[in-house]
């Protein structure tokens, strides 16, 4: 649920912005940790909490499209249509970029990303600030990425005093990701807008991502990791698998999504939403939980292959590779 936030701490986190310091803030999609995106040291501060290689650029969060001409150049009309239909909203869009954009946000590439996120407590922000703000979502590279403010404390402590505290984020997970420097737009994140809701609203297919797509390190097999091993499975291989890993002394826990129900004494279970939009909101949430139950595996049920759970597949799949190592946006 959505909180509003006192216009004196807007001001406050838009004041904080200005200085060079950095402010944690909701989005619908995920929280993210802001910078001033024109201000190269204030944006080094980021991947310095977030422990993220410099090479991995940042979205540079703006209040309206209108803005646009700020940060990118040559926007191609596809560009155009996809920002009138989904901005506000879950979508980065990935353009040619302005000169004036640090190579601190871009990592140095010739591209930059863009969004304008809908969440009022965002579009408060970027309105009291004025300008761009960069923000990777706001956990340390490689883990679950935070959806409500209290797991933003949970990743950075007090080394970020500035936390505007929205309520638990609406979608969930991160947004989609759309290449628009080519010819034909390509697909680089999966997110809550389908590849299907763009396609329709370009009246044109979009391209499969190939060795010239850029660099997305959401993209990297390992990636959203919580620390205990995570292991995809079909449901009724759960309570079989928790069976044997009990009597190796092991602790187990659950998330299922269907009806089924844990048959194995000690097993740490959580049900969760059956239909994807819930299932989204409550994703990282739970892999937090799980992580926090102490336990050796968390087993998790296989989301259904439709095009709506493309995307939450795509991070169960990234915590699949990454979870229980140290390394793994
Ligand atoms: O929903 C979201 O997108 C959240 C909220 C906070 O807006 N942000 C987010 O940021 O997920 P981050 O940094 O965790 O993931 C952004 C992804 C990274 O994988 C990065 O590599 C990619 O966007 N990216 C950024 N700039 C890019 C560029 N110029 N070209 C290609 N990919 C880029
Ligand atoms: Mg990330």
Known sequence: MTHSVPATDIAHAAAQLKAGELVAFPT????????????????????????????????????????????????????????????????????????RVPDAVTGGQDTVALRVPSHPVAQALLRKFGGGVAAPSANRFGRVSATTAAHVHEEFGDSVACVLDGGAADVGIESTIVDCTRDTPVLLRPGWITPQQIEAALGAPLAAPDARAPRVSGTLDKHYAPQTPLMLMEGDLINELAHSLNRQGKRVAALA???????????????????????????????????????????????PDDAQWVAIRDRLNRAAAGSGEAEGS
């Open 28 to 99: 619908e999609t995920v929280y993210g940790l802001g910078a001033d995106a024109s201000n190269a040291d204030a944006v080094r501060k980021v991947f310095a909490a977030k422990g993220r290689p410099a090479n991995h650029p940042l979205i540079v969060h703006i209040g309206d499209a209108v803005q646009l001409a700020d940060w990118a150049r040559g926007i191609s009309p596809a560009a155009h249509t996809l920002a009138q239909k989904f901005w506000p909203g879950p979508l980065t869009l990935v353009l040619k970029r302005n000169p």
């Open 257 to 303: 999504r269907t009806s089924l129900r844990p048959l194995v004494d000690g097993l740490v279970w959580l049900a969760a939403p059956a239909d994807a939009a819930g299932y989204a909101h409550d994703l990282y949430a739970n892999l937090r939980k799980l992580d926090h139950a102490g336990c050796d595996a968390i087993l998790v049920e296989q989301p």
